[in-house]
């Protein structure tokens, strides 16, 4: 593990890139948002919603429901616009002296950061170590700590009592748990929990319930920090059919159906690894082991792969725009088992004409 300064990397680079324009005819392995979804319920809870856009948003009902999902007072939540406005909250809203992001991972809330002028410094986890997280290498005088679990694009999920060793008196340590609701069981989730001193929780909805349209995720933290950070929104920041996704999201059926979500991505991963081991005669490896609904590889010529892929009707990630990782590495969603097993075919196809 490793500390460098910002480099030329394309934080603004993200999976939708892929997919703008003439990729609506790919077939998607580059944005992590569950496939077939939002589902039908869903759609109508919020399509029901529409009939109150007259009036402006009252977000008392959502944000309660959080708080009860999560078993916190609702002066520990705060509603928002996708966990990414969280992210730009933060870096206006908190006073930072000494900002450190643990890379790789989701790399907007370092362009959040830099851009409301702080100074950002990056751990960089390796792969040598299985881009496990050693909180000793993060600087003792950080004030402010970042780190996604299960993070992306790595697909690691940390221990959450080494996450909790980052813990300061005075330091803010961010969880990004945007995909923790893809694990079964939500295994090493932080959310809840209010004995870590300065622990702020983002939550997304988008990931799992397809919604990355509409603009739903959540915070998780000490009141204090929640009202600064809610002093930063403007006004009705969340829009109606927004919320009424969140609280739909909470019910036990939603938690149920997402519970059962995520075993059936764990299978489906399972799936997918077990197809990408039989490329390791051509170089290719993949980060083990995955926990999120996507798996990051490495392989050789992984630039012209990708394009041939492409051409091949398949879009996938890039990886060389998260620090810490180079052209060689890519990003790939957890599809179904039918949908994996075609792409499968399609990269034995792109590995070799990559070779020649």
Not at 190 to 214: E, H, M, Q
Not at 245 to 252: K, R, V
Not at 303 to 318: E, K, P, S, Y
Not at 325 to 349: G, H, I, S
């Amino acid at each position: 593990m490793r500390t460098e300064p910002a480099g030329a990397h394309d934080l603004r680079h993200h999976g939708d890139a892929e997919v703008r324009d003439d990729g609506a005819k790919l077939t998607d392995l580059a944005v992590n948002v569950r496939a077939d979804t939002p589902p039908a319920w869903l759609r109508e809870r919020i399509a029901g919603s529409l009939a109150g856009l007259a009036a402006y948003p009252d977000g008392r009902a959502a944000r309660a429901a959080v708080a009860a999902r999560h078993g916190v007072a609702v002066e520990r939540v705060l509603l928002t616009a996708g966990a990414a406005e969280a992210f730009v909250l933060l870096a206006r809203a908190l006073t930072v002296r000494h900002a450190v992001v643990v890379h790789p991972q989701f790399t907007e809330p370092e362009a959040a950061l830099r851009d409301a002028g702080h100074r950002v410094e990056r751990v960089l986890l390796r792969e040598e170590d299985g881009f496990r997280l050693d909180p000793a290498a993060v600087p003792e005088d950080a004030d402010l700590v970042v780190v996604g679990n299960p993070t992306n694009p790595t697909s690691v999920l940390h221990p959450a009592a080494t996450i909790a060793e980052l813990a300061r008196p005075g330091r803010t340590l961010v969880v990004d748990e945007a995909f923790l609701d893809a694990v079964p069981g939500e295994r090493e989730a932080l959310a809840g929990r209010t004995d870590v001193p300065g622990l702020v929780v983002l939550r997304s909805l988008t990931k799992t319930w397809g919604l990355a349209g509409l603009r739903i995720g959540y915070v998780l933290a000490d009141p204090e920090t929640v009202a600064a950070l809610e002093r930063a929104q403007p006004l009705w920041p969340v829009s109606t059919p927004a919320l009424a996704a969140a609280q739909a999201c909470m019910e036990p059926r939603a938690l149920a159906e997402a519970a059962h979500a995520a075993h059936r991505v764990a299978t489906d991963r399972a799936h997918l690894v077990a197809g990408l081991r039989e490329f390791a005669p051509d170089g290719l490896r993949v980060v083990e082991p995955a926990e999120g609904p996507f798996v990051l590889v490495r392989l050789p010529r992984a630039t012209a792969v990708r394009r041939h892929l492409r051409d091949l009707g398949w879009a996938v990630r890039r990886g060389d725009t998260f620090p810490g990782l180079d052209e060689e590495w890519l990003r790939l969603a957890v599809r179904d088992r039918p949908t994996v097993n075609r792409f499968l075919q399609a990269l034995d196809q792109a590995v070799t004409l990559a070779k020649g």
